[in-house]
């Protein structure tokens, strides 16, 4: 039996839960997850299907893998688009935007194993343990990095075996231990794959220190999304000068600050349509569009479907809750 069908034997054996991460986002669509500062780490398992999942795109500090198990998944990150298939590895470039794009038909379950860096390298780590992280901060721009585990039975065993620490032994420093020791199985069969050799530890503190330089004004949308908010203000905010700004913004958020701001607005607009009973042009205007019609073109492009469409759907999903669940 191959490592890749073990781990599909594992996986079937593991409770795996509707995708639903709603009340984990904020106003900018960071997606929380509370992890232990001794013990950073953590896998979700996920059942995702057309219409039951957390549509929007999403960021977060933390990094993450993502592995689709029974069919094909679309996965936006920032500008670019990769179609994963049944056992596809995708390292997530997580501080740029990203979301699942769904699709009539879509039904899949997935492993998503998130940790923070730290869990991994840190300042007082041996310089070598810094090799771990390198192919989440490597060749951020040559495409995405995705490997095929029918295809890598050392990746395969890693992850099957990250699995079995995770939840089938009893909790306690051994697990613990085992969960590390798996990841960094796992994380070194990528830096293989990945030859990252080439990169040098300035290139991962760059893209922190981008990060920082930019977090004021990331505050500052959060709480003034539905403001006018120009590139020279921006830039001004955060000390730059416009085409510094420019370039460091794209780089970190994966898009414009424009369609940035449209994201925050439409995720603030999306949550408005799930927990208000306001209209939707009352909500077009309370996150900053101008009007009604250039909203429900931008929430359809973003969502897959106009904001009646989505108010609607939410009302079904509630009914057929109600009714699966009678109390």
Known sequence: MSEWTQLLATARSLPFERHDIAAQLDSRGCYEMPLAEEFGFAIKLFHYASRHHTRGATWHQRLELFVPLDNRVLFQMGGRRVELHPGDLLIVDNLKLHQVVDFP??????????????????LGSPSHDYVFLLPFYSALDRGARVLSLPKHPLASGALRKLLQSRFLESEGTLQRAGCKAHLLELLLELARRFRVSEVVQWEFLRQQERSLRLKKLFD???VQFQQRLSVADAARMVAMSQPQFMKTFKRVAGMTLVAYLNHVRLSNGSRMLRETSLTIAEIASAVGFADQSYFDKRFKRAFGETPSEFRLGRGRLKS????????
């Open 105 to 122: 038909g879509f039904d899949t379950r997935v492993i998503v194993v998130s940790f923070l860096p730290e869990f991994v390298y840190s």
């Open 320 to 327: 057929s809750q109600r009714s699966t669940n009678p109390s």
């Open 220 to 222: 500052h949308i959060q």
